[in-house]
């Protein structure tokens, strides 16, 4: 089967936009030339023709940090409507985290989750495996054997790995089969019980505050850690000034160490937070202005390195439960690009290649990956976007099961309006 997408709008080396001609087959881009007119009605009876009608088509967006909920929360998103709202947000490859239940920390479920994506067949999935097991950081997982079960990193996100010893354990184990350790940062003793950011927020509505050195500790303690081991180190969901401090330095000095940050670390600060609604609510909390400039300005410098949703869908019944009580995450994959977009791109600061580089080839690099790019050999996972269409985020239209973002009325432009895989259609607006 061949596939031909007419009239897409590629950016090229320059970062400028070519109208394009991309020709798939067997799953893989095959070539990509000038566009050519009446290429359309050339085309023979065995080639599928995709008219992007000038609108970008950019390498399928990678997300680097998921929340899939199955097995155990198939009320809150299963593998399947996860992978749907991935291919909906414009994301063909997403890599999904082990605080599932059971915890993905055997080799059972790993495979469990790559056979449920599989069958679902939509978006390529990535499963982490826990760094503990049952995340309760008490004893290692058998690395050797998730890894060759499929696992492609280590991580006990949802909780930091509280102690050191366990952590140079792990990172010493993961060192040797080269394979990286992913951390959610956070010191326990820091954050117990509070449900927003340290901060006038938190003072007004007589919350305990979550202080940005509960994060920036297991930051500095793990990039020691990774220097005395030598493993590749990526930093989760990075928020603070400090933390961003301490990853610059250890990039200067040459330690293994990548990070990532959220659409909405980047955008929103807790003077936005408009009351006790807890789609506010997530892990890390939204901090400071001055936190969100010091987590652009990373990401523009190469200090964070890519950008990830975080997408953590929580029932409607679970979120009602109110700031204090509620789960901390917000769903991601259906926003994060025209949100991004709209901040960013269309008011100036960054270029298209810019965001589409932090969200494609940027996380290809950081983990390895054969995807994020647009060339002759490269897999045809692609995206279609539609610059210019505006429109408000709808949360009852997700397909994902969660509802909880914040985002809800917000007025966007930049939607994804096709994504492919391996060169099948998974998704389409129309
Ligand atoms: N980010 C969140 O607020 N929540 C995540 C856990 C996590 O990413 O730490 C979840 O699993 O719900
Ligand atoms: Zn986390
Ligand atoms: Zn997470």
Redesign the pocket.
């Given at each position: 089967m061949r596939l031909v997408i007419i009239n897409a709008n590629i950016l090229n080396a320059d970062g400028e936009l070519k109208l394009s001609r991309i020709t798939v087959r067997n799953g893989m881009i095959e070539s990509i030339a000038v566009n050519e007119a009446g290429e359309a009605a050339a085309a023979d009876p065995e080639t599928r023709v995709i008219d992007a009608g000038g609108k970008l088509v950019a390498p399928g967006f990678i997300d680097m940090h998921v929340?899939l909920r199955e097995p155990g929360f198939e009320h809150k998103e299963t593998i399947e409507t996860g992978s749907r709202s991935a291919a909906k947000g414009g994301f063909t490859t997403i890599a999904c985290?082990p605080?599932t239940r059971p915890v993905t920390d055997n080799p059972e479920t790993v495979k469990f989750v790559k056979q449920k994506a599989g069958e679902a067949g939509l978006v390529n999935v990535l499963p982490y495996a826990a760094i503990t097991k049952s995340e309760l950081g008490r004893e290692l997982t058998d690395f050797a054997a998730l890894k060759e079960a499929g696992a492609i990193g280590f991580t006990d996100?949802?909780v930091g790995v509280q102690s050191a010893q366990m952590m140079k354990d792990a990172m010493k184990l993961a060192a040797s089969l080269d394979i990286p350790v992913i951390a959610?940062c956070e010191d326990n003793s820091l954050v117990e019980g509070a449900p927003v950011a340290e901060g006038e927020f938190a003072k007004r509505h007589g919350l305990k505050g979550i202080p940005n050195e509960s994060e920036a500790i297991h930051v500095g303690r793990d990039i020691l850690l990774a220097e005395a081991t030598g493993v590749h180190y990526h930093v989760?969901?990075v928020s603070t000034e400090q933390s961003i401090r301490l990853i610059r330095q250890a990039k200067e000095i040459g330690i293994n160490v990548t990070a990532e940050v959220c659409p909405h670390h980047l955008i929103l600060s807790d003077d936005d937070i408009p009351g006790l609604d807890a789609n506010w609510k997530?892990?890390p909390p939204l901090r400071s202005r001055r936190d969100v400039e010091a987590c652009i300005a990373a990401l523009e410098d190469g200090t964070i390195d890519i950008i990830v949703t975080?997408h953590?869908p929580?029932s409607e019944e679970e979120k009602a439960k109110g700031m204090q009580l509620a789960?901390?995450?917000?769903v991601g994959f259906e926003t994060a690009f025209p949100l991004l977009y709209t901040k960013f791109v269309s008011e100036g600061r960054w270029t298209l290649g810019m965001l589409v580089q932090r969200m494609t080839a940027g996380p290809a690099k950081v983990f390895g990956l054969q995807a994020g790019r647009l060339a002759p050999g490269a897999p045809a996972d692609l995206t279609i976007v539609d610059l210019e269409e505006e429109r408000a985020v709808d949360p009852s239209a997700f397909a994902s099961k969660g509802r909880n973002t914040p985002f809800a009325g917000w007025k966007l432009k930049g939607w994804p309006v096709a994504t492919i895989v391996g060169g099948n259609l998974v998704w389409s607006e129309a």
């Open positions: 929340h985290m605080n996100d949802g959610h989760c969901h997530m892990n975080d953590a929580h789960p901390f995450g917000i």
